[in-house]
């Protein structure tokens, strides 16, 4: 072969593999551009009534996510459950919600899969009792989110979560604010933020925040977050997204700090909505 040839043959291919990322972003742009399914509209109008509440900039931007996301997510039914489209457009339309207003998004780089169950489903834990002693304890939960690169849903929950949006209960914002904080590792309430001036900032602010639910959960205090957010820093996180998203007024009276970390991050004001 022509040593020429040879030589452009190599630089394609140098080419190629340092284009990786562009020829991935020129892919999703491709599939933006294609028209938004009329009958995911009608999903949309049934099943994510938070959706007609956004700007209506944002309801684009969200609608060209969530075809990215489709696109590209794997969703696998569990314990007999068939998926459909209302199922991956109803979670795609909330798992999204926490993309907007990113100049690129990585769409959850490090999620492989998204199982779904029909209701509530049962996993095993090894628990510590006070005494120090481990005990098997079987739970049935509404979600997880895995840092291996899983998100298990349970469908009746994430429909329950979409339908009312204004109570602060989400189990699909509730998981995916978990994979972001599981971009760079465990989750541990430490997202990656825009630089590393602000994580200072982010961790005053939540580490005080963390601190007096703690105080109001172990005295059964009421609280706008829910005391599951007093677990750890990551559940904080989670259970702040949701309130985040779904009662921002409450949250900016009550925790202009916290509203405002929040805000930064997400690089939305719902207050503005």
Known sequence: MPFFIVMGL??????????QP?????????????PFPAEWREILRRRVPYVHSLPADLQL???????VFVA?????????????????ITVAAQACLLLL????????PRLRQILLYPGAFLVNRVHTDSAGVLQDQRR???GESWS???????????????????????????????????????????PLLAGRRHYARWSKVMAAEFAKLQVQAEGQEPSLLNHYGATNPAEFFAVASEVFFEQPQQLAAEHPSLYRELAGFYRLNPLSW
Request: charged share 25%; hydrophobic share 40%.
């Open 140 to 142: 049935a939960l509404s």
């Open 148 to 190: 291996q690169g899983q998100v298990i849903l349970s469908w009746q929950d994430t429909v329950d979560g979409a339908a009312v949006i204004d109570d602060g209960q989400n189990v699909v914002i509730h998981e995916f604010a978990h994979q972001l904080d599981q971009e760079n590792g465990e989750a541990n309430g430490a």
């Open 72 to 88: 590209e997510k794997p969703f696998i039914g569990c314990a007999g459950l068939e998926v459909t489209d209302e199922m991956r």
């Open 10 to 19: 190599m630089l394609l291919l140098v080419a190629w593999l340092a284009g």
């Open 61 to 67: 931007q969200l609608k060209k996510h969530i075809q």
């Open 101 to 108: 207003n990113r100049r690129r998004s990585s769409y959850y």
């Open 22 to 34: 562009l020829l991935t972003e020129l892919r999703r742009a491709r599939i933006r551009r294609r």
